[in-house]
């Protein structure tokens, strides 16, 4: 079958709030792991984890990564810090290119790039006292000695939350909130720029959570933080980033501000994702609608548009698995790929040519109205 | 009102661990009714999976149902009831969906056969019909190709059709009652939606009643007809789904519902509720919430408050009910900061 990868280069021009120069600029990032079979460890194949991932953040923004598990969310935070080391593309932080750092370079940069991780118990280390814990960053970036860095501790402490007498105890003796609050301490101690939050919430209570949540948000006022804000919760987002980004199978399938994308979302698979996440209100009757089965393995992913074989969208058609569709700009700063979705770049003459029957059309299934029925989508595209 | 399906009175289950008594259920009554769905959310700690493991007489030493307690089954005291008897109902007249399917199925036998396991345990037909009606009921909860699923490993499955399977364990017998503890906390939110649906679906075409226990206000609100909100081990409010929801009167059902982040709204600031449970050894006299609770006064510190009928159904444990013009004047809570657990 032939395939068409469409209008490559696009991908390399998205996605920025404001006229600043970006903090952090990720072009066409990707990752795969391999698979290996046999005792002598002959590759068999590879997994596509991140797959031409392109992003800007600026400075002062959060810019979330939502997504279910295995979509690469996580795999791109970490990426990005070389925590993992990527197959390709470019990451560039402050104009500097992260990706060509010795040792040396990637550990003063890391000075300004931390990362909170989703489960504070097992990024402690228990025979730590939690002021040795949060002091390890100061020494090792020799910003304060001695009698000085007892006391930034004891700051970072009270910052947090946290009574400063805690300094000597150890992880066990904490709550799961207060590990977290320990963990943004740590991670505060070296005076970073730039946060990766990797769920930074997912672990806790609701109460907790909106702790939490209301923390890392002043945090980011008083200190002018910049954060990757990566989350499965859609709630959480919500409250907490600028812009929104939503991966599916290792691709960012929509990208705009956070406003628009929940009040608007354009991508079949953000609208079912939405839709899925069920409403603290009994009186509202829910418009659901339900996909189909499982996300595929990111070691065989689907060819064209990832989310094809669970698409709703009524003008699916062949063409949708045979074109990869570029994220393109639909309304001003919201990006999506579908090129179902109206405007899009590739013509219709193409995808005709790729099989395509329905032309694109504007698809808003309504969010969160009430409706009569629960699956209001055929799930087959319809006939012409 | 007919007899409920399960009543459970003044259930109190301790743990006597060394030097500490843990009261992990204090004092906790409720009922289920033929065919309801009853929701009970909670924190974690507040003692909801304790309350579900002990109607199902799951609880180890050293941990204890206390004397006193009760638990009606169909006319049966489940908490006297002796060992064999107890087998008998669970697995067949109550069954149980737990959070995490990967950890509650054996990965080394098909699932087809653990399905089928449960049939043979409690004794009816051969092992052919056994292993047929296990693909029956596969069938029942969406498993496409049942049949050749029913021949596959647990790892062969992902996490949606785990729970399927446990859903598909939890039906064999056609049980009374499903507890379903956290059935969809693991699971993405897509596939939470095709889970809660299936379990809704199967209970209007079944007829069982469900337990749903859950930490997430909105699996409640799109699943259960009434509701128990439990704290420290205890009832605090329990009412019909639409009041809880549009009527919160407990001062932390009101603080839950602020916390939680809506979908729905625009970027801004969370409504906190202060501090942290208290551990189960050390619940606070009086009042167990006082502590982070904004409106507290001496009241609430001097006297342990019952469980006041605010509405017909609707019944608070909290002393505004008495004194309601208390509500007028909150404050800042006791502890800004709780301190470390121990």
Known sequence: ?384 | MTQPLLSVENLKTYFYTGSAIARSVDGVSFTIGEGETLGIVGESGCGKSVTALSILRLIQQPGRIEAGSSIIFEGENLVTLDDSSMRRIRGNRISMIFQEPMSALNPVFTVGDQVAEVARVHGSGSRGDAWNRAVEMLALTGIPAPGDRAKQYPHQLSGGMRQRVLIAMALMMSPALIIADEPTTALDVTIQAQILDLLTDLQRRLGTSILMITHDLGVIAETAARVVVMYAGEVVEQAHVRPLFADAHHPYTEGLMNAMPHIGAARQRLNVIPGTVPPPTAWPAGCRFRDRCSYAWERCEQEHPPLYEIAPGHTSRCHLAVEPERREHPHLPLVENAGATR
Not at chain 1, 213 to 230: G, P, V
Not at chain 1, 290 to 302: F, I, K, N, R, T
């Open chain 1, 1 to 384: 079958m032939e395939s068409v990868r469409a209008l490559e280069g696009t991908a390399s021009n998205p996605p920025l709030a404001g006229d600043s120069a970006p903090l952090l600029s990720v072009r066409n990032l990707r990752k795969t792991f391999p698979i290996t079979k046999g005792i002598f460890g002959r590759k068999a194949g590879e997994v596509r984890a991140v797959h031409e991932v392109s992003f800007d953040i600026a400075s002062g923004e959060t810019l979330s990564l939502v997504g279910e598990s295995g979509c690469g969310k996580t795999t791109t935070g970490r990426a990005i810090l070389r925590l993992i080391e990527p197959t390709a593309g470019e990451i560039r932080f402050d104009g500097k290119d992260v990706r060509a750092m010795g040792p040396a370079e990637l550990r003063a940069i890391r000075r300004e790039m931390q990362i909170i991780f989703q489960d504070p118990v097992s990024s402690l280390n228990p025979r730590m006292t939690i002021g040795a814990a949060i002091r390890e960053g100061i020494t090792i970036h020799k910003l304060f000695e001695g009698s000085a860095a007892d006391t930034r501790v004891r700051q970072l402490l009270e910052e947090v939350g946290l009574r400063a007498e805690y300094v000597t105890r150890y992880p066990h003796e904490f709550s799961g909130g207060q590990r977290q609050r320990i963990g943004i301490a740590r991670a505060l101690a070296v005076e970073p720029r730039f946060i990766v939050c990797d769920e930074p919430v997912s672990a806790l209570d609701v109460s907790v959570q909106a702790q939490v949540i209301n923390l890392l948000r002043d945090l980011q006022r008083d200190h002018d933080l910049t954060y990757l804000f990566i989350a499965h919760d859609l709630s959480v987002v919500r409250h907490m980033s600028d812009r929104v980004a939503v991966m599916y199978l290792g691709k960012i399938v929509e990208l705009s501000a956070a406003e628009d994308l929940y009040r608007e979302p354009l991508m079949p698979y953000t609208q079912a994702l939405l839709s899925a996440v069920p409403v603290a209100d009994p009186t509202v009757e829910k418009k659901r609608i339900l996909l189909e089965g499982d996300v595929p393995s990111p070691a065989s992913p689907p060819s064209g548009c990832v989310f094809h074989p669970r698409c709703h969208h009524p003008a699916r058609d062949a063409a949708c698995s045979v074109i990869d569709p570029p994220l393109e700009e639909k309304a001003p700063g919201h990006y999506a790929a579908c090129i179902k979705q109206p405007p899009t770049q590739i013509t219709w003459d193409e995808q005709a040519r790729a099989g395509g029957v329905n032309p694109p059309e504007r698809y808003l299934p309504v969010i969160g109205q009430p409706s009569r029925t629960r699956n209001p989508v055929p799930p087959n595209g319809r006939q012409p």
